[in-house]
Protein backbone atom coordinates (compact mmCIF):
# COMPACT_ATOMS: atom_id res chain seq x y z
CA UNK A 1 0.00 0.00 0.00
CA UNK A 2 1.30 3.13 -0.84
CA UNK A 3 2.04 6.14 1.84
CA UNK A 4 0.18 9.07 2.57
CA UNK A 5 2.99 11.46 0.94
CA UNK A 6 3.59 9.21 -2.31
CA UNK A 7 -0.33 9.13 -3.06
CA UNK A 8 -0.38 13.28 -2.27
CA UNK A 9 2.88 13.63 -4.45
CA UNK A 10 1.33 11.93 -6.88
CA UNK A 11 -2.11 13.69 -6.77
CA UNK A 12 -0.08 17.80 -7.03
CA UNK A 13 1.18 15.74 -10.42
CA UNK A 14 -2.29 15.24 -11.57
CA UNK A 15 -3.24 18.80 -10.91
CA UNK A 16 -0.31 20.46 -12.33
CA UNK A 17 -0.87 18.45 -15.32
CA UNK A 18 -4.41 19.07 -15.62
CA UNK A 19 -4.31 22.85 -14.54
CA UNK A 20 -0.78 23.45 -17.23
CA UNK A 21 -3.22 24.24 -20.27
CA UNK A 22 -5.48 26.77 -18.24
CA UNK A 23 -2.68 28.42 -16.81
CA UNK A 24 -0.58 28.97 -20.01
CA UNK A 25 -4.06 30.35 -21.38
CA UNK A 26 -4.64 32.76 -19.05
CA UNK A 27 -1.22 34.63 -20.11
CA UNK A 28 -2.66 34.71 -24.03
CA UNK A 29 -4.00 37.72 -24.52
CA UNK A 30 -6.51 37.04 -27.39
CA UNK A 31 -8.86 39.47 -28.94
CA UNK A 32 -11.83 41.01 -27.04
CA UNK A 33 -10.90 38.51 -24.44
CA UNK A 34 -9.32 39.28 -20.99
CA UNK A 35 -9.17 41.54 -18.62
CA UNK A 36 -5.59 43.06 -19.50
CA UNK A 37 -5.92 46.66 -20.18
CA UNK A 38 -4.49 45.96 -23.60
CA UNK A 39 -7.71 44.40 -24.38
CA UNK A 40 -10.17 47.37 -23.01
CA UNK A 41 -9.99 49.11 -26.60
CA UNK A 42 -10.56 46.22 -28.70
CA UNK A 43 -13.93 46.55 -29.49
CA UNK A 44 -13.39 50.40 -30.08
CA UNK A 45 -10.79 50.04 -32.29
CA UNK A 46 -12.46 47.42 -34.56
CA UNK A 47 -15.30 49.33 -34.69
CA UNK A 48 -13.39 52.45 -35.45
CA UNK A 49 -11.38 50.66 -38.97
CA UNK A 50 -14.32 48.71 -39.76
CA UNK A 51 -16.37 52.23 -40.19
CA UNK A 52 -12.92 53.83 -41.72
CA UNK A 53 -12.89 50.90 -44.25
CA UNK A 54 -16.69 51.90 -45.11
CA UNK A 55 -16.63 55.53 -45.03
CA UNK A 56 -13.48 55.44 -47.06
CA UNK A 57 -14.97 53.08 -50.10
CA UNK A 58 -18.32 55.08 -49.91
CA UNK A 59 -15.82 58.27 -50.74
CA UNK A 60 -13.61 56.53 -53.12
CA UNK A 61 -10.76 57.45 -51.63
CA UNK A 62 -9.44 53.64 -50.23
CA UNK A 63 -7.41 51.47 -52.72
CA UNK A 64 -10.16 48.87 -52.77
CA UNK A 65 -13.53 50.67 -53.05
CA UNK A 66 -15.84 47.73 -52.85
CA UNK A 67 -18.05 48.49 -56.06
CA UNK A 68 -15.04 47.82 -57.81
CA UNK A 69 -15.29 43.79 -56.98
CA UNK A 70 -17.33 43.11 -58.95
CA UNK A 71 -16.78 39.72 -59.46
CA UNK A 72 -15.20 39.90 -62.93
CA UNK A 73 -11.19 38.67 -63.19
CA UNK A 74 -8.84 40.49 -60.46
CA UNK A 75 -12.19 41.89 -58.59
CA UNK A 76 -13.38 38.79 -56.75
CA UNK A 77 -14.69 38.67 -52.87
CA UNK A 78 -11.04 37.02 -52.49
CA UNK A 79 -9.38 40.09 -54.18
CA UNK A 80 -11.42 42.30 -52.09
CA UNK A 81 -10.66 40.41 -48.83
CA UNK A 82 -6.48 40.85 -49.89
CA UNK A 83 -7.19 44.03 -50.48
CA UNK A 84 -8.75 44.97 -47.24
CA UNK A 85 -6.14 42.68 -45.31
CA UNK A 86 -3.51 45.29 -46.33
CA UNK A 87 -5.54 48.25 -44.79
CA UNK A 88 -5.55 45.93 -41.72
CA UNK A 89 -2.02 45.77 -41.62
CA UNK A 90 -1.23 49.38 -41.91
CA UNK A 91 -3.24 50.08 -39.08
CA UNK A 92 -1.83 46.97 -37.25
CA UNK A 93 1.55 48.55 -37.67
CA UNK A 94 0.60 52.41 -36.81
CA UNK A 95 -0.64 50.74 -33.51
CA UNK A 96 -4.50 51.37 -34.63
CA UNK A 97 -5.53 47.91 -33.92
CA UNK A 98 -4.18 45.19 -31.91
CA UNK A 99 -2.51 42.15 -34.35
CA UNK A 100 -4.79 39.20 -32.44
CA UNK A 101 -7.83 41.46 -33.99
CA UNK A 102 -6.62 41.31 -37.55
CA UNK A 103 -8.78 37.89 -38.43
CA UNK A 104 -11.70 39.61 -36.39
CA UNK A 105 -12.19 42.31 -38.37
CA UNK A 106 -11.18 40.58 -41.69
Wanted: hydrophobic share 40%; glycine share 8%.
Amino acid sequence: MPSQRAVRSCTAWVLVLLLAPAVSWVGKLTCLTGTDPSVANDGAQIAALRYNIELRQNAGVASCPCSAFDGSPGQTHADYVKCVKQLIQSTVAAGGLRKQCSSTVT
